[in-house]
Nanobody
Framework: QVQVVESGGGLAQPGGSLRLSCAAS????????MGWYRQAPGKQRELVAS???????NYADSVKARSSISRDDAKNTVYLEINSLKPGDTAVYYC?????????????WGQGTQVTVSS
């Protein structure tokens, strides 16, 4: 059984910073990707940033210049920091773990954490 649990959401000021954490537990494949997605009201879920077990990162253009994703494999935890927050960053943020077993992907999602950027 795999579990993915996010933490760190809440209310933030425009121009401020936010750090989200996501801890995975259970059967985690040696090769995997952990990432953050977000979904704003009335919009589709979109990738914010991801990081592979090899350390390769991928960012959405909207956050690339002001965010950083990192992971601590000893804790099976991924972190996302977003700086210079904008109201447009308001969304529910979901953590994703993609395991790879026998060349097949298996996705696991957290429950989501609300991020609201407002003055």
């Amino acid at each position: 059984q795999v579990q993915v649990v996010e933490s760190g959401g809440g209310l933030a000021q425009p121009g401020g910073s936010l750090r989200l954490s996501c801890a995975a537990s259970g059967s985690i494949s040696r090769i995997n990707t952990m990432g953050w997605y977000r979904q704003a009201p009335g919009k589709q879920r979109e990738l914010v940033a991801s990081i592979t077990s090899g350390g390769s990162t991928n960012y959405a253009d909207s956050v690339k210049a002001r965010s950083s994703i990192s992971r601590d494999d000893a804790k099976n935890t991924v972190y996302l920091e977003i700086n210079s927050l904008k109201p447009g960053d308001t969304a529910v943020y979901y953590c994703n773990l993609r395991n790879w077993w026998l060349s097949k992907p298996y996705d696991y999602w957290g429950q989501g954490t609300q991020v609201t950027v407002s003055s």
